[in-house]
């Protein structure tokens, strides 16, 4: 049961981030005028975006157990500090600037 629900996780975030690159290429990156909470949220995207840019083809119950608490957490924070927080504007932008310059091995 708990690794249907890693998978669904897994798909969720994996979907997500594809979608903010299609999107990435359509709007500029421009992170002026953002608030504190923002650029908090902005880092927590960034980090998860190179977690999972490390595996791109593994589901997070397969990660090495750091990467894989570190994802977790990162995903709880998510949540709490911004999809609860910031109006859905904020959120798709923070999704659209994600820094997508990391490489495999990093």
């Known amino acids: 049961m ?10 969720v975030v994996a979907t997500a981030l594809m979608a903010s ?11 002026s005028g ?3 909470q923002e650029k908090n949220c902005q880092q927590i995207a960034n980090e998860g ?3 999972q840019s490390i595996y791109p083809d593994s589901y ?7 990467d894989f608490k570190r994802l977790m957490h990162l995903d709880k ?12 504007e904020s959120v798709f932008s923070i999704i659209n600037n ?3 310059n990391f490489f495999s091995g990093e």
């Open 98 to 100: 994600v820094e997508r």
């Open 34 to 36: 953002l608030s504190p």
């Open 49 to 51: 975006y190179r977690i």
């Open 60 to 66: 997070p119950d397969e990660l090495p157990d750091d």
């Open 21 to 31: 690159v299609a999107i990435h290429f359509l709007t500029p990156i421009t992170d």
């Open 77 to 88: 924070l998510w949540i709490t500090d911004c999809v609860n927080v910031l109006p859905a």
């Open 2 to 11: 708990a690794s249907i629900l890693f998978l669904a996780i897994g798909v």
